[in-house]
């Protein structure tokens, strides 16, 4: 077969489909050394390509560098139009991203009509986030409708999970002594009467019973979210904002979140409603880490029952030895103190190595967590187990 109309190839002609895909990829100079020639969707398909990758020298923020996408809404606004037609919803908010990086395209997010325009996600959210003191307040209420888009697909797609998980780990970590029989712990009962084995008749005796509390009545966890909003954790803040509302709304959990660059804001009174708590943040700045845990260690009131959890990339501002021996203080008094490198689903960032070494010698890993995982992370910090790290790659 040939050619279709729109002038891809088909998918019986494996060797002209190889051909095409490579054109679009290498972007039509003469020295590609393809010779294909593009026409209808093809040919539209590479003019949005070439308009935000046309030129091949180093991006310098603010200066219009592509073939055909000027700095100004109309044009953006057209080029957002066309990949939303041609390209994936994955694909498209890698290249909004890409055209924020490379064009200096990110005061156009100022005007309304752009935010309607755009496909949101929560590195978009992360950029509205920045913005958000320069935003004029036309924008402000689009913006927060974008925001709360995206928020409210988080928590569609983590909220029930995260309860479920929580709510088991806070059930297995209220141990009682007379349980009854559905309550029945059978693997720690069997553990804690090991002595009472009776090979004759090849049983053991079940002189103590160990059993699940009922979170609901008996239990009551503190967890600390101490979340860095230094530029580079955008993602992690939204991410935390929306597990921290999670969170709070179980009444089980009593729930803190702490945000910080040089200074310290305590928003948890915010948690009710998570597009407050990121309208509440200030992306940017300096970082003073011990400044946070020492706010942090100062409200909490049950040690052995509170999980602190630092989401930070661990570049710290303020004094590094304070901060070790916060940590290692809240630890002795029976804290889980858990160390996030980032919230996000794209792994860790750049991050201060020497620190997380020195986390880690005091019993407090440091390791990048995907929403997906964070669950999981938490139920093993409520149960004082060992946290699931993810193997490095």
Known sequence: ??????????????????????????????????????????????????????????????????????????????WL?????????????????DAIDRLGLATLLLEPEMLEAVEADVHLVGTLLSLDKAMPETTKETARVVVRKVVE?????????????????????ARVSRPRHHDIDWNRTIAANLKHYLPEHR????????????????????????????????????????????????????????VFDTAVADLTDQLDDPVDVLFGTRLGGGTDINRALAYCQSR???????????????????IRDEMLKRV??????????????????????????EHAAALAALGAPAFACTPDLFPEVMAA?????????????
């Open 300 to 318: 909490i009131t049950r040690p052995a029952e509170t999980v602190v959890v630092l989401i930070s990339d661990l570049y710290e501002g303020g």
């Open 1 to 78: 077969m040939t050619d279709t109309q729109d002038g891809a190839a088909t998918p019986t002609d494996p060797a002209r489909e190889r051909l095409r895909r490579w054109r679009l990829v290498l972007g039509g100079d003469p020295a590609d050394g393809t010779g294909h020639a593009l026409s209808g969707q093809d040919a539209a398909m590479d003019g949005a390509l070439a308009a935000l990758y046309g030129k091949g020298d180093e991006p310098q923020a603010g200066r219009d560098r592509s073939a055909g996408l000027g700095a100004s809404a109309p044009s953006v606004a057209r």
């Open 203 to 258: 049983t053991v005796v079940p002189e103590r019973l160990v059993g699940y509390g009922r979170a609901s009545r008996s239990v009551k966890k503190e967890v600390v979210l101490c979340v860095d909003q230094s530029g580079s954790m955008a993602a992690s803040v939204v991410y935390a904002s929306v597990f921290g509302a999670v969170l709070a709304s179980m009444r089980s959990i009593d729930t803190r979140l702490v």
């Open 153 to 173: 697909d988080l928590e569609e797609r983590l909220a029930t999970r995260t309860r479920a998980t929580l709510t088991g780990a806070l059930d297995r970590s």
């Open 328 to 353: 290692a203080a809240m630890k002795a008094s029976g804290v889980q103190f858990v160390t996030l490198l980032a919230l996000s689903d794209e792994g860790a960032p750049a991050y201060d190595r």
């Open 381 to 393: 910090a409520i149960e004082k187990r060992p946290l699931p790290i993810p193997d490095a790659r």
């Open 81 to 97: 139009g066309d990949i939303r037609t041609y390209f994936p919803s994955s694909v498209v908010q890698v290249m909004q991203r």
